[in-house]
């Protein structure tokens, strides 16, 4: 069974940092399109950065210029460098196998003083 980890969430002030980790089994990981989502409380699941296994990436205006998502195929993980973070970027933070259609458990991140 295909098990995904994100890892490196946690509270954070505005304007602080963090970097997120998902690692996963190699077998799909390194041949995969993936992906990072969120979801704020009430509000629907978002995408916030892909990563082709290529390495291309592709970003929604939210995050483009704060956010940087990165993979090591060797490890069979993935990454999200989050800079400039702010309140409205508060929630669990989802790691997702495109090609597979397979979710993590999450990651909460919470921006606040």
């Known amino acids: 069974q295909v098990q995904l980890v994100e890892s490196g969430g946690g509270l954070v002030q505005p304007g602080g940092s963090l970097r997120l980790s998902c690692i996963g089994s190699?077998?799909?990981?390194?041949?995969?399109?993936m992906a990072w989502y969120r979801q704020a409380p009430g509000k629907e699941r978002e995408h916030v950065a892909l990563?082709?296994?290529?390495?291309?990436?592709d970003y929604p205006d939210s995050v483009k210029g704060r956010f940087t998502v990165s993979r090591d195929n060797a490890k069979s993980t993935m990454y999200l460098q989050m800079l400039n973070l702010k309140p409205e970027d508060t929630a669990v933070y989802y790691c997702?196998?495109?090609?597979?259609?397979?979710w993590g458990r999450g990651t909460q991140v919470t921006v606040s003083a």
């Open positions: 190699a077998h799909i990981f390194n041949i995969s399109t």
């Open positions: 997702y196998v495109v090609t597979y259609q397979i």
């Open positions: 990563i082709t296994s290529g390495g291309r990436a």
